[in-house]
Structure formats: C-alpha cells, structure tokens
C-alpha cells in the first residue's frame, strides 16, 4: 500500500487533466503566435486557459502571463518590480517565503536593492505592526505569500496590503498554496502581483502563471519574442497550459466541498496523532490554515528517521525542505517562529489531497504511533 | 552506498538473494553549489550514481546526513591526531565510529537487522566460541580488515561484507553481468575529504597552526626549519627542505616540543612496537610468546612477530625482522592465518 501526504509537494493530475496535455499534446503542435489556421488553434487554447485561470482567483484573462512555474512567477515578480523601481529600491519579504522569494531576495540585494525581512510571530503569522515597522518611503514591493508551504498558516494579506499601499509600496503574494485550497480573489486581497502554479492542483508541472493588476508596471525577466503580450518571451508550452486551464476550472468547481473535506481529514489525523501519540505538537497557528496541512514534531525523533520510516512502511510525508542531495536541513519556517533547534529537527509536514481517505488517515495514525516509538525506544537505548 | 562499485555490487548482490534491500548513502559534508569543495567521495556525481543503481536493481535509497557527526567524529580526530604529531587514519573512525555506530543506530531505527558494506573482508561466526570473526577479503590486494579492527562483537553481529569472498576481477563481472552503470568506475584511493592529498592544507583550512619550530638529526643537532609538525608523517621524505648528502626521512615527531627529527632511512627500522586501545575481535588477548603477523599500515605487507607482554588494552610486539616506518597513530593489527585477531593504536614510546 502507498499513501501520499505530500499534496503541498506536488499532486498527481487529475484524470481530466492528463486527457487534456495529452490530447493537446497530439493535436495542438502549432506555434501560438502564427497566425495561420496551426496557430490560431494553439491560440485558442491558450485563450481558454487564460480565462479558466482568471477565473479561479477573481481576475480579467489579459492580467494572466503564463510562466514555468511558481518560481518563475516569483522571480518574476520581485525582478520585474526590481528593475522598473529606480529611486525606490527597498524589497521586503516575510521571513517564511518560499526560496523562490527569499533566494530572489537575496541575489537582488547583491545587485544594489536594500532588502529587509520582515519577522513573523510564533504561530507563523506576520503581523501588520511587524510589517508597519520595517516599511519605507522607498519601499518599492512588499511580497508575503498567501499560505505557507510548511504549516499551511494563511497570512492576512488584505490588511497587510492595506498598510503597503498607504506607503506607496506595490504587493505581490505567492498564492501557489493557496490557490486551489481556500479562496483566492484578487480584489479581496487588495495585491497587485500573485503568484499561480498549476501541479500544486493537480495540474501539470511546467505551468503556471503571474497575475500582473492591470496597469501595473513591470519589467520582462525573460526577453526574447513578443509572446504574453511582450511581458514573457518563449512559446508558450501549450499542452501543459490547457492542462492548467482545467485544473483551474476543477479546483474552482470543487473548492467549497473539497476544502471542508479535506480540513475534517485534516483534523481527523492531527487529533489522531497528538491523542495516540506522547510529546507531539502542532507548529504554527492552526486557524487561519489552509484545509490540508499540519506540521507536527515528535519529541525525541530525528524527522529524517521518522521520514524514511514512513516511507518504508509505505507512506509519504516530508519535512521543510530538501537540499540539493535530498537530505534535510532545519526549516528556515520553524526557525523564523522562534522554535528551539530540536523542533526544527523533529517535525514533519503532512499535506492532503483529492483520493486521500479516512481509512488512510487512520492507518497513518496507527502506523506512526508505531514508528514512534520504535525511533523513540532505540534512542532512549543510547545509540 | 557510497556510488563505487564495490557497494553497489554488494546491495545488488543482497537483493539479488532476496534479502528485503534498503539502500543508504552517507552525506558527510556540505553538497550546496558554490560550497568550497571538500572531497572526492560521496560527491552529487557519487550519490547520483548511488541513486541511479538502487533503482536499477529496485531498492529504496536514501540519503542519510551525517555532516554533524562525520565532523565530530572523523574529521576532528584527524585535525588533533597530527597536531599531537601522530598519523591517523581516518577510515579507521569512520567505520567504526559512523558507518558501524551511528549508521547502524539508523539502520536499526528503519527495520534493518545488517547493515552491509562494500568491504573487503569477511565476517564469520566462530562454531566453538560463539564469536564473531573478522577475516581479511580473499582478495589479497584490496583486503580492508586493516581499517575495522575496532569493530566488537556486537558490531559484528550486524555486518554483511557481501564482496569480502570476491576479488576485484570478480566484482566487476558481477557489476557488469547487473547490468550496473558503474562497472568501470575508477576507485578513489586517497583520503576522501582531502582529494587532491595535501593534507597540511586542509588541516590549515581546519585551523591548525603552523607553528615553525626545529628539524634535528638524530643526535639532536638543529639542521633545518619546519612550518609546524602536522605537516609531517614518519617516514615521509619530501617536503622536508634539506640538503643531505644522503636520503634524509622523518623519523619522529615531538608536538609538545614542536620538533621533527629526520635520519637516514635505517633509522626508521625498528624491530618491536607497543600498541594501545588494543581491540581482540577473536576472544582473550594471546598470551606472551605467542606467534603472530602483523600490518602497521594499509598497504604494509605483515610480518611475523612475537608477542612480548601485555598489559590491560596495551601489548609489546617485537617483529623477526625491524620494519621501517612505524608510525605512531597508525593501527597495528595482528593477524592469525586469515583471521583478525585485533589491534590497537601504535604508540609513540617503544
């Protein structure tokens, strides 16, 4: 048997999905920007998912410029506002961003930004008097992701909008954990950038998309051709794009069912784990939370342990993130809310998705109560 | 698993017998592009390569981080071991201190009742005592019994060297007939995490001190200038900045009195030597008087010996014929046959 918990990782693409890429695939090889009969037909594709796409998070399908991804929506963001800033050259970003965001952050401040990052509490949230703190007049962008990838904490983007803007400052949110889990409507969130990728909804990898506000201005990172209306050069990956487009439209459909779902499953196994098994915790604040995540630790057991243990016994989870070897290094996440070394060493994120069940979740409970305390008995023995 | 292939045969040799295989790969330090490079073994090439042979032959693989302790253990045992103007060999601690410590506290933790390695040596269960022998591979020339001489019994109880009854010849027929991609890989044979063998530099990254002191002859006179004494090994004779009629080699070391002394090479022979720590995997020590082989370093043919004394974990060797080079911080193990009997750490004092 193999359980996956490890939705905010990636998801398997829905059956509707690989049906479109791969018919997509076969008939739709035209450049989308010829403008012959090949080409308007890829054009036309793309048309669809960019109004598919628009439509999941509440915004107009020409605000839509399709991207490789969730890091190169982020790079984008941050290196676009970066270059068309002269004068205001201040970035900030929350402490707990994706690398995406904290990595782009920091080559953007060897080539002459001033960078500041902005402290979260210790259930992982940011505060709008920690954001108010550290904005100036020369602040250029402010970019605090949606939810977070590792505790699934959801950050009061709206209000920390609010605060930009009185500054002067744009916001851009990285939404690709978010997206497809709770709502997501730009005008709610007030930004003026988000940030989409397509496989954490059970869309294919190699898609996703930056959400520009219309009349925003922003510099092309990828230059080259006059493909995204001149704002991202390179065919467009059209299979992959329609692929994009109807996971939009699935995850839009199911979002009010599916998020419920999920968050009693959510529950289930974390009441689960911290009933069945001793010195547990849940890290992070656990409302506001998208519906699928929990971070745990487990007293006295090392997660690379608790990880491969898992793994062996037939189920996926994972820890923050992975090096480039894939072995583990603490999570910058639980280190930025203040949780002593040995947390940051213990914890293991579960995250759900569509086909996770209730008897799943029971026999992961089981199963880690076991693994537990074998990992547990083994180091109280002295090795 | 560590990407060669002596451990990827050894893993698909297991699997092969329909032992339940879990493939494990040590991360010993830093992999990050644009980290200073450390070492040879275990590279992203070498775990890629580890990688690519477990899903070969269908095994799970994980790579297991260790940095902490490779560093704790390993690492700073080097860095004081040549301050203390001794030569260490850190395979030694290596393997019993992380691949046969730490390793198998993880291995056990997943399930595992062996942890098996690409060594070439043997371990067998003695049917009269009970114990558990270490024997040398029965390829002579990349028999590695010399660097698990510390292993004890429960160490032994878990170990699996599956390429111990091969030759070389024989694990790349294997390699090759597995279908392995890395068949024809070369091997590494220096020290892994100083891959280009200037060991003083790397203990100077380390923060050792290069302390300049006095190179004597051997009846004391001061004849040259040393840049500090982890620079040298007994027995080496390049490097020293001499100019001598005659082959001049280091033969002591004094840390505390920052001093290395250089000689002619028959003043590197020595006929008896004390060894400390001594470890007998076999049973009880031999009594004096006994009759033994023994290597005093890797590639050191062993030469017959007697057993003059012992005392506690400490015994006196005295060898038929001197042997040149005895170094102290190098392993002395003592051999019956094809058997470890043990061994133990030379000393400086004979």
């Known amino acids: 048997m193999r359980i996956y918990f490890d939705h905010n990782a990636t ?109 979260v509490d210790q259930t992982g949230i940011v505060r709008p008097d920690a954001l108010a703190a550290v904005l100036t007049d020369e602040t250029a962008l402010v970019s605090i992701m949606h939810a977070n990838n590792e505790i699934g904490t959801v950050q009061p983007i709206a209000e920390l909008a609010r605060i930009a803007h009185a500054r002067g400052a744009l916001v851009h949110t990285d939404a690709v954990q978010s997206a497809g889990k709770i709502p997501v409507d730009v005008k709610t969130l007030g930004v003026d950038l988000l940030s989409l990728s397509a496989h954490k909804f059970n869309g294919p990898k190699g898609a996703g998309a930056l959400w520009i506000k219309r009349g925003t201005r922003l510099a092309a990172i990828l230059t080259g051709g006059k493909h995204e209306r001149n704002r991202r050069a390179g065919t467009e990956n059209v299979p992959a794009i329609a692929g994009f487009g109807v996971a939009a439209r699935l995850a839009r459909a199911k979002l009010a069912s599916e998020g419920a779902r999920l968050a009693a499953l959510r529950n289930r196994l974390e009441e689960g784990i911290l009933a069945r098994v001793p010195g547990t915790a849940v890290n992070g604040a656990r409302e506001p939370r998208v519906p699928n995540t929990t971070n745990i630790s487990f007293e006295g057991v ?60 029971d026999y992961v409970v089981e199963r880690l109560a076991g693994v537990v305390g074998k990992l547990r008995s083994l180091t109280r023995a002295g090795r | 698993m560590s990407g060669g292939v002596d451990s990827s045969v050894a893993a698909a040799l297991l699997a092969r017998q329909g032992h339940d295989v879990i493939g494990l790969s040590m991360q010993l330090y830093d992999q990050r592009e644009g980290q200073p490079r450390f070492g040879t073994c275990c590279t992203i090439d070498d775990l890629h390569d580890a990688r690519r042979v477990a899903a070969h032959i269908g095994i799970p693989h994980y790579i297991v981080n260790f940095e902490r302790q490779f560093s704790e253990t390993v690492i700073s045992n080097f860095v004081e071991e040549y301050a203390a103007g001794r030569t260490p060999i850190p395979c030694v601690h290596c393997n019993g201190d992380l691949k046969f410590a730490t390793l198998v506290a993880r291995a056990e933790g997943l399930g595992a009742d062996f942890v098996a390695t690409g060594h070439y040596a043997r371990v067998e269960r003695d049917g009269a005592t009970g114990r558990y022998l270490l024997k040398r591979g029965v390829d002579a020339a990349k028999d590695q019994s010399y660097f698990l001489f510390t292993l004890d019994q429960a160490q032994l109880a878990h170990a699996m060297f599956p390429v111990g009854t091969l030759d070389k010849a024989a694990v790349r027929r294997h390699a090759r007939e597995l279908g392995l991609q890395v068949a024809e890989k070369h091997e590494s044979q220096e020290i892994c995490f100083v891959p280009d063998g200037d060991h003083a530099a790397f203990l100077e990254r380390q923060g050792a001190a290069a302390a300049a002191g006095a190179i004597r002859d051997i009846d004391g006179r001061v004849i040259g200038r040393h840049d500090g004494v982890h620079r040298f090994t007994v027995g080496q004779r390049k490097g020293l900045g001499l100019s001598s009629p005659i082959p001049l080699y280091v033969v002591g070391i004094d840390a505390v009195a920052n001093t290395v002394t250089v000689g002619p090479r028959a003043a590197l022979e020595q006929s008896e030597l004390t060894a400390s720590g001594v470890n007998w995997i076999a049973g009880v020590a031999p009594a004096p008087g006994a009759r033994l082989t023994a290597r005093i370093r890797h590639r050191h043919r062993e030469a017959p010996a007697t057993m003059t004394g012992i005392e506690g974990d400490t015994v006196h060797v005295r060898f038929d014929e001197p042997q040149s080079a005895v170094a102290p911080g190098q392993a002395a193990v003592f051999y019956d046959g094809d058997v470890v009997l043990g061994g133990g750490w030379i000393a400086k004092e004979i």
């Open chain 1, 11 to 119: 998801t398997p693409p829905a059956p509707e999905v690989i049906d479109e890429v791969t018919s997509r695939l076969a008939a739709e090889f035209g450049n989308a920007s010829s403008i012959h009969y090949f080409g308007q037909r890829a054009k036309a594709v793309l048309d669809e998912a960019r109004s598919q796409v628009a439509g999941l998070i509440g915004a107009e399908p020409s605000e839509i410029v399709f991207t490789s991804g969730g890091t190169e929506a982020d790079n984008f963001a941050l290196r676009g506002i970066a270059d068309v800033s002269a004068g205001r050259l201040h970035l900030l970003a929350s402490a707990i961003e994706h690398e995406a965001v904290l990595n782009t952050l920091k080559a953007l401040g060897r080539h002459g930004c001033r960078t500041t990052i902005i402290p």
């Open chain 1, 302 to 361: 090392e997660a690379e342990s608790l990880l491969i243990a898992l793994d062996l016994e037939g189920v996926a989870v994972s820890t923050g993130s992975a090096c480039s070897s894939g072995t583990l290094e603490p999570s910058h996440v639980l280190r930025a809310m203040g949780l002593p070394t040995h947390r940051t060493q213990n914890s293991i994120r579960m995250s759900l998705g569509f086909g996770n069940t209730e008897a799943e979740v």
